[in-house]
């Protein structure tokens, strides 16, 4: 089955720095990668994903690349802000017969710091 | 409209209760899921629903038994839990058949606690 490795466990930048997560997956028939973030107390919200066809995604200061020949995808956050604290999954999906399952990286903790 | 319902949103329940979980989603999602999530840990996956019929079971104990009555309601019925089932149950939905993965839209979760 997949396996999905994040990198690092917890990360402080300062305010207006940039931020890099990484995680690498085991199953190269996965083909949708999807980021989450969580904060406190809250449900995972979608904040930008990737699809296998495609290499690299912006969405203003986040952005998420892909290596399939590596198996491995990074998302990269630009001028920080505290409210960017917050811990951050990725995923990767792979498709069953009927249903795509979705597994989770082990998370990072993001903290910015004013 | 994005929305994915759960409630309750808090429950506290003996370890001789029987009680539900129950989730909505009115998006035409056809896959439903739930998900439970340890404090500090990823989401881990529990089962799938597709089209109404259970897809996936990753081997979770028979104390929490799923139902799915129709293509918008999930239900997680509990019985006989233990104080280490306490966590944050997630459900999901998605769209299926695209052929590049479907976008898992969560609810706010439901927080259990077994005392």
């Known amino acids: 089955g997949e396996n999905v490795e994040q990198h690092p466990s917890t990360l402080s930048v300062q305010e207006g720095d940039s931020a890099v997560i990484k995680c690498t997956y085991s199953?190269?028939?996965?083909?949708?990668f999807p980021w989450y973030k969580q904060e406190l107390g809250k449900r995972p919200q979608l904040i930008i994903d990737?699809?296998?066809?495609?290499g690299e995604k912006k969405d203003q200061r986040i952005a998420v690349t892909l290596n399939k020949t590596a198996k491995h995808f990074s998302l990269h956050i630009t001028e920080t802000q505290p409210e960017d604290s917050a811990v951050y999954f990725c995923?990767?999906?792979?498709?069953?017969?009927?249903?795509?399952?979705?597994?989770f990286g082990t998370g990072t903790r993001l903290q910015v710091f004013p | 409209d994005t929305e994915v319902t759960q409630t309750p949103k808090h429950l506290v329940m003996g370890m001789t209760n029987k009680k539900s979980l129950k989730c909505e989603q009115h998006?035409?999602?056809?896959?439903m899921y739930w998900y439970k999530q340890k404090a500090k840990k990823p989401p881990e996956l529990m089962f799938v629903?597709?089209?109404?019929?259970?897809?996936i079971n990753e081997s979770v104990p028979s104390r929490f038994s799923p139902e799915c009555p129709n293509s918008s309601l999930l239900n997680l019925h509990l019985h006989a839990l233990q104080p280490e089932d306490s966590a944050l149950y997630l459900c999901?939905?998605?769209?299926?058949?695209?052929?590049?993965?479907?976008?898992?839209?969560f609810g706010e979760g439901s927080w259990l606690t077994v005392v």
């Open positions: 999901a939905s998605s769209h299926l058949g695209t052929t590049r993965g479907n976008t898992i839209y």
């Open positions: 199953d190269s028939a996965s083909n949708y």
């Open positions: 990737i699809r296998s066809n495609v």
């Open positions: 995923a990767a999906t792979s498709r069953g017969r009927n249903t795509d399952k979705l597994i």
């Open positions: 998006m035409g999602h056809r896959a």
């Open positions: 629903y597709s089209y109404e019929k259970l897809s």
